[in-house]
């Protein structure tokens, strides 16, 4: 049973395309996250949302469009793809128990874009 | 802004030597810390979660301490085994910001 999945779990494409990374969590959790992990292995955050709503967008060219449609998801859309975009994307979520005490976050098995 | 380094960036030693990996943080207001461990190809897995009231955290052969005030976290990992071999990464989640801010990262590889 996979707490945090996302499809597809490889993605090449061509230069200048559309794509869509979709992600489901089966945790109930509240908050879900996109980060890029780049060539050097630097994991940085996207985005956040919590309930549904855009928490955080960490300076994210506006290619980049994540939607969620009910709190169990959050896909991640990419337009005019380019060859800087190629890195590996990870979905994760995480339950804020209360004011200081946020859970950890679990992560997904990671969607590996090459944009060629 | 919070900028998360660990060291070694990378670290090989024989089976059975306990090792100790380095995590430093540059602004001390964070909700908790935490360990994770990633195999080549993989995603994250949560190692310990350390919250900002507590200074340590155990878990099996692991042990992770935390002192906020000087900005440093360290893994303890005893008896290592080549099964450890992977990369471990910090990070932190600072007040204010619902976001993890992670390390660099420390590639560790445990020979038979």
């Known amino acids: 049973d996979t707490a945090v999945s996302q499809t597809p779990k490889y993605l090449v494409t061509q230069m200048g395309n559309d794509k869509s990374i979709k992600c489901e969590q089966n945790?109930?959790?509240?908050?879900m996250y996109w980060y890029k992990q780049d060539s050097k292995k630097f994991l940085k955050i996207m985005f956040s949302?919590?309930?549904?709503?855009?928490?955080i967008n960490e300076t994210v060219p506006n290619r980049f469009s994540p939607k969620s449609p009910d709190k169990a998801h959050l896909n991640l859309h990419i337009n005019s793809l380019e060859l800087g975009d190629s890195a590996v994307y990870f979905c994760?979520?995480?339950?804020?128990?209360?004011?200081?005490?946020?859970?950890?976050?679990?992560f997904g098995p990671g969607t590996r874009l090459l944009v060629l | 802004k919070q900028e998360v380094t660990q060291i070694p960036a990378a670290l090989s030693v024989p089976e059975g030597e306990n090792l100790v990996l380095n995590c430093s943080f540059t602004d001390s207001a964070i909700y908790n810390l935490q360990w994770f461990r990633q195999d080549p190809g993989k995603g994250l897995t949560s190692l310990l979660l350390?919250?900002?009231?507590?200074r340590e955290q155990t878990s099996g052969r692991l042990n992770a301490s935390l002192d906020k005030s000087s900005g440093r976290s360290t893994l303890y990992i005893a008896a290592s085994q080549p099964g450890d071999s992977a990369t471990y990464l910090c990070?932190?989640?600072?007040?204010?910001?619902?976001?993890?801010?992670f390390g660099t990262g420390t590639r560790l590889l445990v020979s038979p």
């Open positions: 994760a979520s995480s339950q804020d128990l209360a004011e200081d005490d946020w859970e950890t976050q679990y």
């Open positions: 350390i919250q900002s009231s507590q």
């Open positions: 945790l109930g959790h509240d908050t």
């Open positions: 990070a932190v989640f600072p007040r204010g910001f619902q976001k993890l801010v």
């Open positions: 949302y919590n309930n549904k709503e855009l928490i």
